[in-house]
């Protein structure tokens, strides 16, 4: 027979009798043998449960104390187990003496249904970090269990209440004896705690550094050990704890000796952090971490996750972009989890096989820790009492080394965990991981999911000054510099991550180095720290560094970004950088392509590594991803005009179907356009402007003439051999073309290159040979200004009206007047200057109307959208007969609903696309004496001549009720304009509250009488 999990009812009563025996028997006996197996009916066991004469609630009350009693030295399996059952217990028994107290008589037929009910997992806590179990989940669950007893609704939301009130009590009775359960009360806010818990309570509030509050909180549980830590596990927890006292830096990166680097336990700030639980959504980014708070309270948070009976049934997913600190957080975790409790074990996935299993993935690592000295299975039998813990860090690593694909891998480590279970040996499991790659795996409901966030402004200060200190004589004395706290916040989109602050704390100890200050642009900083960190690094290897010897690492660099560019990707394999990097550079070399990508760009820290089975010691594969991705992105920029200015210094004044030299150009910007990085666009406009005039207007002739060549240009073939992508020669001269007129339109000087046709099937060649991804981001940043000029859109274009700017661009009024229209109907209304007038109106009119159309009260607005559709068609859109009258029928029927920006561009459309000619003034009375202002905005129609000399004043004099003392004064005029003979108007005023309620005035003046 199947084991009753410890979330189950009959689970929960048989793991907290266990050893007591007589409680549990009289127990089962009083419930009919529910537990223990008797042969009993469903009814029977439920009646006894909820029998307000029966003892089955004070037994139940003595087993849970007998389960606490337990936990007092339980640990391992044992202590998780007791925890889960002694919480369902006090779940369900909330509900049942709640249902006793209150006298509920629960007809039979119901009481079967209840055993079933409390079959499943009652106890699940999946808010189980810094709260208590979530109230809304507790309501569904008692609110279930009203039902299946037969409550009406009125009486399900008292007995809620209830329950929730007394489950509250219930855990805070076990606060006072289970730390586990003091952790999570205290950090829940539960009012009801008292004076319970004040060991767990004082480390909770301690102060932390390092994560050190994780190791206080864990320990003040007081859990008993009968042996210390075996020699092989102290072993293990002295290699993990060395890491504190090492200095904060990356392997293999060069300091200069005046810094004295400060140690990990010293500057290491805990991480602000987002949580989610997993709901099986395939993407990480499907738990709109945006809409999550942001939480400052790392180690409570994990120090709730690792004392709850989840944590060993699934893996922890840990996330977070490049240089947010994922591997250091790992390594001071497995560092502060206390050794007299966990056994810990942190596998660096880039170093063990890729294919293999877990557990041996787990012995790899230990050989690598501590030298063959340990065994995964010697640590379990050593020591099978205490908790171990298995770090994995770098889930992207892996899955850029399998040789299969491995999308099951979280899946796999949940198994490994539910085979430990099994066996008596509980293992929690920490995966690390890049957000966007964690998307390639399958990730199980209820997974616990924790994003990592940048710094706060106080964390980088705090940084800061940890670094100060800690170098404070070199500093004074000038031998150093400093990064100075108003810069970093400054530059915090870069600061804000911990690896990014080290590099420019580095930076800016360099006392030779130009100081960073508030303010600094962005291209002037980004030259600054690369030409800083390649000097650095060229220095190790050359007895003097030359700027050609710069020049050129920095152009090695600049073939890493477009290698990443051109593949879009975030990231590059060495063996595409190593064939890029032969192409581009030119350089003869005997390695193979992987080993030549390694040697040229694996030395600089700023670029990532991702290590593919580095098991394999001679067939090492490498990843490499720039830190934060405006590296890459400033490099594609700084090298674009770097290469333009060299396309437009030799020019050759021989060749005229040929006159620049563009291959290199053409080989680097001929695969996707520059438009679809948005911070590379930015870069390349501030770097075009900052030329000198003279050269930037050698470099708008250049771009001109390429783009007025592009279809006939004939390359060398010098950089054949670059193809990042397939080669489709449509999108290469897509892209080529789309790319230098995006240049040409962020010089912004006005130089018009080709004629109206030429432009015309140059735009048509974007739309065709480009994605659809580029061809959006291209559209979004130009158009073509007066005489077809290449201009930069301000502001950026939204990307819903990339088609419409198609239409405009290729100047397809057909086109652009139907798809204008379209939009229209969704409410959107274009302003385009280059449709006609006819055109601009009626989509003015059908988005007016289209925030009407699914009004049940507007019935007539339907009428009108359809007259709207069926004259769209028009060679000049709506006629002007029809539009004018559509107008004039949309404000009489529904003039007091709308608001006066509506009023005024209907009437002045219908107005200016009629003509005087056709407009009979008296239809819009209405509008102008619920709307006075309109007399202002439209002066034609303050003229007394054009309005019916009988009607019109009566009209008018009703507007004159309206609050507005201007208002009325410009009716008053008009009014007094049209007729002297007011007694004539006399007769016809009782005709004014059908007039009213036929234009709308009436209820605005009703509401002014209310008032």
Not at 32 to 44: K, M, N, R
Not at 728 to 753: C, H, I, K, W
Not at 766 to 771: I, S
Request: aromatic residues 8%.
């Amino acid at each position: 027979m199947a084991k009753d999990p410890p979330y189950t009812y009959r689970g929960a009563l048989k793991i907290l009798g266990h050893g007591s025996d007589s409680l549990l028997n009289a127990l089962d006996t009083v419930l009919g043998g529910f537990i223990l197996g008797s042969v009993v009916t469903p009814v029977a066991w439920a009646f006894n449960l909820v029998d307000q004469k029966n003892e089955a609630s004070g037994l139940i009350r003595k087993l849970v104390h007998a389960g606490v009693r337990r936990l007092g030295k339980a640990k391992g399996k044992e202590r998780y187990e007791l925890i889960d059952a002694a919480h369902t217990t006090i779940v369900v028994s909330a509900f049942i003496d709640v249902v006793r107290e209150r006298g509920v008589k629960v007809p039979k037929d119901r009481l079967s249904a209840l055993g079933p009910a409390f079959h499943f997992g009652l106890g699940l806590q999946e808010e189980w970090a810094g709260c208590l179990l979530s109230v809304p989940q507790l309501s569904h669950t008692y609110v279930h269990l009203g039902a299946v007893i037969g409550l009406e609704e009125s009486g399900l939301a008292e007995l809620k209440d209830k329950a929730i009130f007394r489950y509250r009590a219930y855990f805070a009775d076990l606060a006072a004896d289970v730390p586990e359960f003091s952790l999570w009360a205290h950090l829940g806010g539960l009012a009801e705690l008292r004076d319970t818990g004040q060991a767990v309570l004082a480390a909770v509030d301690a102060q932390s550094r390092a994560l050190d509050r994780l190791n206080e909180i864990l320990l003040a549980r007081g859990i008993e050990h009968d042996d210390a830590p075996t020699p092989r596990a102290k072993l293990l927890a002295k290699t993990n704890q060395a890491v504190l006292a090492k200095p904060i830096t990356p392997d293999g990166v060069g300091v200069a000796n005046q810094v004295t680097l400060p140690a990990v336990w010293r500057i290491y700030q805990v991480p602000r952090f987002r949580s989610a639980i997993a709901t099986g959504e395939a993407h990480t980014d499907g738990y709109h971490w945006e809409s999550l708070p942001v939480r400052d309270d790392l180690d409570r948070f994990l120090g709730s996750y690792l004392c709850s009976p989840r944590s060993v049934e699934n893996p922890l997913l840990l996330l977070g972009h490049p240089g947010a600190g994922k591997s250091l957080f790992s390594k001071v975790l497995a560092a502060r989890l206390p050794a007299e409790d966990f056994i810990v074990v942190r596998v660096e996935l880039r170093h063990v096989n890729a294919d293999a299993r877990v557990t041996a993935q787990i012995q790899e690592a230990l050989d690598l820790l501590i030298n063959d000295r340990v065994k995964w299975g010697d640590l379990v039998d050593e020591a099978p009492e205490r908790t171990r813990v298995v770090i994995l860090d770098g889930l992207d690593e892996l899955l850029q080394a399998s040789t299969a694909e491995r999308k099951d891998y979280l899946e796999q480590v949940a198994e490994f965990q539910a085979t430990e279970a099994d066996l008596g040996y509980p293992v929690v499991v920490v995966v690390t991981s890049r957000t966007v790659v964690a998307d390639r795996v399958r990730i199980a409901p209820r997974t616990t999911v924790v994003k990592l966030e940048d710094f706060s402004d106080e964390q980088m200060i705090s940084w800061l000054e940890i670094w100060r200190g800690q170098n404070l004589p070199a500093i004074t004395s000038g031998r150093m510099g400093e990064l100075k706290p108003d810069v970093a916040t400054d530059l915090s989109d870069l600061t804000a991550q911990p690896l990014l602050l080290l590099m420019l704390a580095l930076y800016s100890a360099d006392p030779k180095a130009e100081p960073l200050e508030a303010g600094t642009s962005r291209e002037v900083f980004y030259e600054r720290i690369l030409t800083s960190f390649v000097r650095r690094e060229l220095a190790k290897a050359l007895p003097e560094v030359t700027q050609d010897a710069i020049d050129e690492e920095m152009w090695r660099l600049g073939v890493a970004a477009f290698a990443m560019f051109n593949r879009d990707r975030q990231s590059v394999r060495d063996h595409d950088l190593g064939s890029d990097i032969a192409v581009l550079t030119q350089i003869s070399s005997d390695l193979e392509p992987h080993r030549l990508g390694q040697r040229i760009i694996g030395r600089f820290f700023f670029i990532h590594t991702d290590e593919a089975d580095g098991h394999r010691d001679q067939d090492v594969r490498r990843a490499y991803e720039f830190l934060h991705a405006t590296f890459g992105e400033y490099l594609v920029a700084h090298h674009t005009i770097r290469v333009l200015r060299e396309v437009a210094r030799t020019r050759r004044s021989t060749s005229p179907r040929r006159q620049y030299d563009d291959d290199l150009f053409f080989a680097l910007l001929s695969h996707q356009t520059l438009a679809i990085r948005g911070t590379t666009v930015s870069f390349l406009t501030t770097l075009l402007r900052k030329l000198p005039a003279e050269e930037r207007l050698d470099c708008v002739r250049a771009l001109a003439h390429l783009a007025g060549e592009y279809r006939d240009r004939r390359g060398g073939t010098g950089f054949a051999d670059y193809r990042p992508i397939p080669v489709d020669q449509l999108r290469e001269m897509a892209a080529y073309s789309a790319n230098v007129v995006l240049l040409l339109a962020l010089v912004d000087d006005g130089t018009p290159f080709v004629d109206d046709a030429e432009r015309i099937a140059m735009v048509r060649l974007w739309r065709a040979g480009l994605p659809a991804p580029s061809w959006r981001s291209l559209v979004e940043v130009i158009d073509f200004g007066i005489g077809g000029t290449p201009i930069k859109r301000v502001p950026m274009l939204p990307s819903w009206a990339t088609e419409l700017a198609y239409y405009v661009m290729t100047n397809d009024i057909d086109g652009l007047r139907t798809h204008s229209n379209g939009l229209a109907l969704e409410g959107w209304y274009v302003h385009e200057l280059r449709l006609p007038k006819t055109i601009q109106a009626t989509g003015f009119l059908l988005s007016t109307v289209a925030n009407y159309l699914h009004d049940a009260q507007v019935p007539d607005s339907q009428v009108l959208l359809d007259l709207l559709r069926n004259n769209q068609l028009e060679p000049e859109g709506l006629r002007a007969a029809d539009f004018y009258y559509a107008v004039v029928r949309f404000l009489q029927t529904w003039l007091g609903e709308l608001e006066y920006e509506v009023v005024h561009q209907l009437v002045l459309q219908a107005h200016e696309s009629a003509g005087l000619g056709m407009v009979a003034f008296d239809d819009f009375i209405p509008a102008i004496a619920a709307f006075p202002q309109l007399l202002v905005d439209i002066p034609t129609l303050n003229t007394p001549s054009w309005y019916d000399q009988d009607w019109g004043p009566v009209v008018l004099l009703a507007g004159e009720e309206i609050q507005n003392e201007e208002g009325r004064a410009l009716l008053r005029s008009l009014r007094q304009r049209m007729t002297k003979d007011t007694k004539a108007v006399e007769p016809r005023y009782q005709a004014m509250a059908a007039l009213r309620h036929f234009s709308g005035v009436s209820r605005r003046v009703e509401e002014d009488d209310a008032k």
